[in-house]
């Protein structure tokens, strides 16, 4: 199985400062068509994990802009350009290139 | 507006089987290109992806947990059945399904306990 190790484990950050959450893989995730199949969540407390990134860097519909994703092979990186309140949760990053999809540990990240 | 809710027993015996249902509305699940996912999250938090099916009756499954899983699709009801056989203390958790990978739903809470 493709292992994902999530770094740091938690993150205390001030309000309007940035964050950086990294996610490194035990293989490549690029795939032959070309793509590479990483994914971001996050999971608020009491909620169900919610995507924000896949295939890298691509946000979904709604998602803010302060958050980007970025990397390639093995090393991939989630940036929050200024964390907010609502930013609040535990970050999961999550890779489909191999069966079965397996998921980093998380990163709760909280707000000093 | 796409939602998937997942209903099922909250509390499971050890060796009995769990049987989940996702309610979903919004999408149709009949080509190739739908699916319903299930994940499930433990008490610590870790996550782990069960399996898939698609609308096509395709189905991929964790192979750590393909002998003990069944997952079927009901278009007409728009529902999907996950059922796991001899259930565990370890699958404890709470289990989601979801449209794809993109949307999950609330969560149903599973608790193996004699």
């Known amino acids: 199985d493709v292992v994902l190790t999530q770094t740091p484990v938690s993150l205390s950050v001030t309000p309007g400062q940035p964050a950086s959450i990294s996610c490194k893989s035990s293989?490549?995730?690029?795939?032959?068509?070309?793509?590479?199949?990483l994914y971001w969540y996050l999971q608020r407390a009491g909620q169900s994990p919610q995507l924000l990134i896949y295939?890298?860097?691509t946000r979904l519909a709604g998602v803010p802009d302060r958050f980007s994703g970025s990397g390639s092979g093995t090393d991939f990186t989630l940036k929050i350009s200024r964390v907010e309140a609502e930013d609040v949760g535990i970050y999961f990053c999550?890779?489909?290139?191999?069966?079965?999809?397996?998921f980093g540990g998380g990163t709760k990240v909280d707000i000093k | 507006q796409i939602t998937l809710k997942e209903s099922g027993p909250p509390l499971v015996k050890p060796t009995q089987t769990l049987t989940l249902t996702c309610s979903f509305s919004?999408?149709?699940?009949?080509?190739?290109?739908?699916?319903v996912g299930w994940i499930r999250q433990s008490p610590r938090k870790a996550l782990e992806w069960i399996g898939i099916?698609?609308?096509?009756?395709?189905?991929v499954y964790n192979p750590s947990l393909e002998s003990r899983l069944t997952i079927t699709k009901d278009t007409s009801k728009t529902q999907v059945v996950l059922t796991m056989t001899n259930m565990a203390p370890a699958d404890t958790g709470t289990y989601y399904c979801?449209?794809?990978?993109?949307?999950w739903g609330q969560g149903a809470v599973v608790v193996v306990s004699s």
């Open positions: 295939e890298v860097s």
């Open positions: 293989q490549s995730l690029l795939h032959g068509d070309g793509k590479t199949y």
């Open positions: 919004g999408f149709s699940l009949t080509t190739s290109e739908a699916s």
């Open positions: 099916i698609y609308g096509d009756d395709d189905k």
């Open positions: 999550m890779q489909t290139v191999q069966l079965p999809l397996t």
């Open positions: 979801g449209h794809g990978l993109d949307l």
